[in-house]
């Protein structure tokens, strides 16, 4: 089993099913009365390149329920491989802190610092992968369905790291994979070779007509059009992916118990509408309740103690 949580191709089937049976353990002990302190005494470090409301909430709130404590480390602060080299903030911050998140731009700076750290990193967001996003969402569809098994996700829009760990989740969980993107915005080639690796039976659909990719699907999943960095790519984008807004229309062609997920920020009117995302069918809140417990999950598996849950 991998020390740190970077990518879920680097991650066995077997693995990541175990994290979320321990995600559903903690959520259910905190509703009962509240977490055992499984990581008291013990401090993560938390390095920050981009904005973040769900991924600093969600860990830094999960390690105050384990009983340990989270520090904030902005760009100010820090200057990953600008003020300090990765491999020096590495080895610096494992001489201090048990466990080391990164939400960066460049997925390499994951990948370097987990090279040089002596303590687990865990990647809360880069360009290439969003894992903890993916293991979360997962939590909430099986919670919804009662399983993961047997359903078929439908992604919208751009093939970027969102895309890319839900292909990955999806083959993990056991569920068929379809994205639908506007040309030159596709998913990975190589995104899609990993989760063909991870289950060869899991059925993945490249649907370029967004009417048709929905038929038959268990849940419509949108996320951002203009990812941060892409600012001005803006104007284009928005040009371009307008026939896959997840709207009433498309969602009408959905089958009748398909649900609406984004793993927000959600810029209404462009890629999802209000009377979408504020429906019955939408699961949006309860799956961005969910990073909180998906994350603990995490931290416990890779910062405490092993069997201890």
């Not at 470090?45 to 904030?72: C, D, P, W, Y």
């Not at 009662?146 to 359903?151: A, I």
């Not at 969980?173 to 030159?184: A, H, K, N, R, V």
Request: hydrophobic fraction near 45%.
């Amino acid at each position: 089993m991998p020390r740190d949580f970077l990518d879920l191709a680097e991650w066995t089937s077997v693995d990541l099913q175990r994290l979320l049976r321990l995600a559903v353990e903690l959520k259910s002990e905190w509703r009962d009365g509240g977490n055992r302190q499984l990581l008291a005494g013990l401090t993560l470090g938390m390095i920050f390149q981009k904005a973040s409301l769900r991924t600093r909430v969600s860990f830094e709130v999960g390690m105050n329920h384990l009983g340990g404590h989270a520090i904030m480390l902005g760009e100010e602060e820090v200057g990953l491989g600008k003020r300090e080299s990765v491999a020096d903030v590495a080895r610096v911050l494992s001489g201090m802190v048990q466990g080391i998140m990164a939400r960066v731009y460049d997925h390499q700076d994951v990948v370097d610092l987990a090279a040089w750290a002596s303590v687990p990193v865990i990647n809360g967001l880069s360009d290439d992968r969003h894992p903890c996003q993916a293991l979360s969402d997962m939590l909430t569809i099986s919670e919804h369905f009662g399983r993961t098994e047997g359903l078929r996700l439908c992604y919208l829009g751009d093939g970027n790291n969102i895309a890319a760990s839900l292909a990955l989740a999806c083959a993990h969980f056991g569920l068929d994979f379809t994205i639908s993107s506007p040309e030159g915005y596709a998913l990975d080639e190589e995104v899609l070779a990993d989760a063909e690796k991870i289950n060869p039976r899991t059925d993945i659909c490249l649907q370029s007509d967004p009417d048709h990719a929905v038929a038959g699907a268990d849940i419509l999943y949108t996320d951002t059009w203009v990812s941060m960095g892409q600012e001005e790519e803006a104007a284009e984008r928005r040009q371009v992916f307008r026939p896959w807004q997840l709207n009433a229309a498309l969602l009408a062609r959905a089958p009748s118990q398909a649900v609406v997920m984004h793993d927000l920020p959600a810029y209404r009117g462009k890629e999802i509408t209000d009377e979408v995302a504020d429906s019955e069918r939408s699961l949006i809140f309860p799956q961005a309740a969910n990073r909180l417990h998906a994350q603990k999950a995490i931290l416990v598996d890779l910062m405490g103690t092993r069997g201890v849950v």
